[in-house]
């Protein structure tokens, strides 16, 4: 019982914290790591777009193949316009950040540090990688981080062996990627935050357009019924009507904040087998030299005929 009201508590206070003091950094992956087993859907949508509500293209460079339980690099590519800024959760405006996840197959993962080239360790200077969960070692998540340095994030990673661990095979398997720029639009919740558009819940008159201490803006409209409504704006987007406005339900009030979206894609790799390489390339081998042979061979049938004058 003690355990279950000091959870009860945790998670309390933990909720009561996000509301009231907001982090951007907790926008990604936090939310997906508390709220979803599994960041990828049954339909293939990647958990991220149920906050992260606008489309944007991410872009991913991962090997054709790779060998059995070698160091190969997977390269998440997030493009948008250098100096673009959003609004934070205080609302003042804060630089874009990024934010990304890879979904490997089972038996890949993050490479071990030691193993990193010195170009990888370059490469990933300033990046911390992260497994979405203990259980989960093939899914790694990178973020937030200052997008501007970071529209390339490169993956370390390592391939299983087969040969050691016989639960993983050679062949060709899917990869899952996504990759964010900004906060999101929604909370898991179903709130919206202040990265999003407000629209009018009913329609009628604007009376009064007031801001709060905690810097929202109170909007007053007058219905056709003579009832006074209260549409509260959080801190941040700016306002689009004025006082008299007539609005119709629906009709936005601010603009849309966001510049910022998500993006997702599915890509392939072989986990190829040096014997069967080896294979391959003394199959072809020797379909070419049988070839020549036949070549030589019709060579010498027509110089037999040529010399008896066939």
């Given amino acids: 019982m003690r355990r279950l009201i000091t959870f009860f508590l945790s998670s309390s206070l933990l909720a009561l914290s996000i509301f009231i003091l907001p982090s951007a950094s907790w926008a990604y ?9 599994n960041p990828r859907e049954a339909t293939g949508k990647i958990v991220c777009a149920n906050c992260h509500l606008a ?3 991410t872009q991913a460079e991962v090997p054709q193949s790779v060998a059995a339980d ?9 493009p948008y ?6 609004i934070g959760a205080d609302g003042s405006k804060v630089p874009l950040q990024v934010g990304a996840l890879v979904m490997l197959p089972d038996g890949f993962k993050l490479a071990p540090q030691d193993r990193w080239t010195e170009d990888i360790k370059e490469e990933t200077k300033g990046v911390y990688f992260s497994q979405y969960s203990e259980e989960k070692e093939n899914i790694i998540i990178v973020g937030p981080l200052p997008g501007d340095q970071n529209k390339e994030i490169v993956f370390p990673l390592l391939s299983p062996n087969p040969r050691v661990d016989k639960q993983y095979h050679f062949g060709k398997y ?5 990759g ?3 906060r999101g639009q929604v909370y898991p919740t179903g709130e ?7 629209t009018a819940e009913n329609a009628g008159q604007v009376t009064a357009i007031e801001p709060t201490e905690d810097g929202s803006t109170l909007i007053t409209l007058l219905t056709e019924e003579g009832e006074l409504l209260n549409e509260t704006i959080p801190v941040g987007p700016t306002i689009l009507v004025n006082i008299g406005d007539k609005l119709e339900k629906g009709a936005l009030l601010t603009e849309n ?8 894609l599915d890509t392939e790799i072989v986990l190829q087998s040096y014997a069967r390489v080896i294979g391959l390339v003394v199959f072809l081998g020797g379909v070419a030299l049988s070839q020549i042979m036949l070549v030589l061979k019709k060579k010498q049938v027509e110089k037999v005929q040529a010399a008896e004058g066939i």
């Fill in 180 to 182: 964010n720029r900004g």
């Fill in 174 to 178: 899917s990869i899952h990627v996504g």
């Fill in 192 to 198: 919206k935050s202040n990265n999003n558009f407000y």
């Fill in 257 to 264: 904040p966001n510049v910022g979206g998500f993006g997702q």
């Fill in 70 to 78: 070698s160091v190969f690099k997977a390269v998440v590519k997030i």
């Fill in 55 to 57: 489309n944007m293209k």
């Fill in 29 to 37: 992956p936090f939310w997906a790591q508390q709220n979803y087993e």
């Fill in 81 to 86: 316009k250098n100096g673009t800024e959003e």
